[in-house]
């Protein structure tokens, strides 16, 4: 099954991604780099957008790199239902570029956070968490924009229809402000788009994959976009 991970420059966390992804039986995981464009996408059979630092984040966290042509075929992809997964900088890039509603803005401390943080799976119906309904998980982070923001209406919205997937807690999954990295509204980590096939997240699921890393929590988020990818 081909998987892509597309590279821009600045990306910083394709390997990772790339190793988690392949140690899935049955994923041929395979990088792309932006300058490839739309068409090199055509054979996925689901996207990712990994983490770190498009363009030098100029101008805003993820905004060059959402005008980049090789968008085009991300938004066929979505258009299409097949998975996209957006981590860290690709949850920003998603949003910058319509994908997913809101935007991510600099964390409420001024700061770079990068520390493990509990997560309360929110939604019932993302095929992203089958399996992790309410469950209590583990991941890190590690941003300095990964502040959630969108209106009032939108968040209703996105609260009415279990888009909100992940919000930041406490280790006992009580979702109050001391368990909130960067100040998102409604504490939230992660939201999908309206289809469904479309997800960003804050967290990053590859550096939770293996037991030496301290969780297997993401591990079972990456496997559940692998089966949706099947779909």
């Given at each position: ?30 990088l792309?780099?932006s ?64 994908l ?18 509990h ?83 804050m ?29």
């Open positions: 099954m081909p998987i892509a991970v597309l590279r821009f420059p600045g990306t910083n966390n394709e390997k990772d991604i790339l190793q988690a992804l392949s140690a899935i039986p049955g994923v041929r995981a395979y792309v780099t300058h490839q464009g739309p068409h090199a996408l055509k054979e996925a059979t689901g996207i990712v957008i990994p983490g770190g630092f498009s363009y030098g984040d100029y101008l805003r966290a993820g905004a060059v790199a959402a005008a980049a042509e090789v968008m085009d075929g991300i938004r066929d992809a979505a258009a299409e239902g097949r998975p996209v997964l957006g981590i860290c900088n690709g949850f920003q890039i998603l949003a910058e570029a319509g997913l509603p809101g935007v991510l803005l600099p964390n409420e401390s001024a700061r770079f956070v990068c520390r493990w943080v997560l309360r799976v929110s939604s019932r119906s993302s095929m992203f968490t089958r399996g992790l309904e309410d469950a209590i998980i583990r991941l890190p982070i590690a941003h300095g924009e990964g502040n959630y923001h969108c209106d009032a209406e939108e968040l209703r919205r996105l609260t009415r229809s279990e888009r909100v997937v992940f919000r930041y807690c406490n280790r006992d999954g009580e979702v109050v402000d001391e368990a909130n990295p960067n100040g998102s509204v409604h504490s939230i980590a992660g939201v999908i788009n309206a289809q469904g096939n479309v997800m960003g997240m967290p990053h699921p590859e550096r939770a994959s293996r037991k030496q890393l301290g969780s297997t929590d993401g591990m079972r988020i990456l496997e559940n976009f692998v089966e949706a990818c099947l779909c």
